[in-house]
């Protein structure tokens, strides 16, 4: 190791980021008891949003007029704008060509200048078409409550997805502003989370929040029929723990194929991705979040494997039991010795694989696609008939 230093910067660093997340997580449930509050239930959700938009009539699907406030990052638009197309007609708003958040200048200059030119083209669209609701995928690093409050001014729902906000409800805080959805999170309508423990902490912030994970797109994510040449592959960036355990996994004789940034076979197209799942007879996922001990989330992997015919083995975590039913549908593990179990008792099973991978399969189809977390959303807020 060129440098003696890294394993023990890497352990404090873990610790540091496990106590601020245990500070937060104490804070949060310390208040949310004080308050007294309770999170809402869907028709809690259902009645108070009806109350605000008492006029607002149903549709049918495929009439909805929608705005989408969102950044293309690698998957959003294979998977957001086809969901939102089966409900009616999407005019989607990207910033990233005109304003880059990832530039050095982006909080001198480029982020007030985004968030006026947001504020232009929404008023634009709504003076045009009035929209039935506004969805967005944004963080308080992109956006300000203010542009938030001159949105929500056109009267119509404005809903919010946020995925991890186990690590990054808070996150970042810069000048006193959480780079998470901490101080934008209230100036929604409707705050959809995929992070089941935080819905404590968007109460406590005055939000209304919902709890629901991400999906798939049956559409992109589906079975290939091909040989399944590979024992164990795995699919994802390499950080963390990933190459600890692959290294081991190696050393006990289990032959794992892995793919993506960081690993010598480098990252796979889209669709070289979904044949890689049909093509292994196992697939690997870690459910953990790096720099974090003993922390898990759920994942788009977690869908987009099994929706695309693929067997799922990853790292077993109470979230991911309210997805899919362990042993049954998907395979899950805890710790090294158990991986390497399952591993190899699956491999010498071919059969019990094939029915655990079909169901897993059919669970997705049914009830983990994108298109069907829209329209629970859609109806919470009383726009489809």
Known sequence: MNDPLKKYRQQFRIWKNNRRLQRENEYYSQKFTSLGLCIPDEQTLRQELKKRFPHSAAKTKGELSIIALYHHYNWENGALTPALEKFGHVRHYDWFDKFNHQSKDWHKTLKAAMNKDLIRQVQKWMA???????FSYL?????????????????????????????????????????????????????????????????????????LPEGANPQIHKPYNIEKTIDVSFVGQCYGNRATV????????????????????????????????????????FGGIAGYK??????GRDFEIPMSGGLYLTEDHP??????????????????????????????????????RKKGYERSLCEHTWEGRFGKIFRILGLLS
């Open 246 to 285: 692959i290294a081991e996994l190696h050393n006990r004789g289990i032959a794992v194929e892995t793919y993506g940034i960081g690993w010598p076979n480098g990252p796979l197209s889209l669709e070289e991705m979904v044949k890689m799942y049909s093509k292994s007879k196992i697939n690997l996922g």
């Open 128 to 134: 045009e078409n009035k929209a039935d609701v506004i």
């Open 139 to 211: 963080s308080g690093e992109l956006v300000e409550p203010a542009t938030l409050q001159s949105i929500r001014s056109h009267g119509v729902p404005l809903v919010n997805l946020a995925l991890n906000d186990k690590e990054h409800f808070v996150g970042k805080v810069k000048n006193g502003r959480a780079y998470g959805a901490r101080d934008i999170c209230r100036h929604f309508d409707l705050s959809w989370t995929s992070t089941e423990d935080a819905l404590i902490k968007y109460c406590t912030e005055g939000a209304r929040p919902i709890y």
């Open 294 to 299: 003993d922390t898990f989330c759920l994942k």
């Open 319 to 356: 979230e991911l039991r309210r997805a899919f039913l362990p042993g049954e549908e998907i395979l899950t593990y805890s710790g090294i010795d158990d991986l390497v179990f399952r591993i190899k008792y699956y491999l010498e099973h071919p059969a019990e694989a094939e029915a655990i």
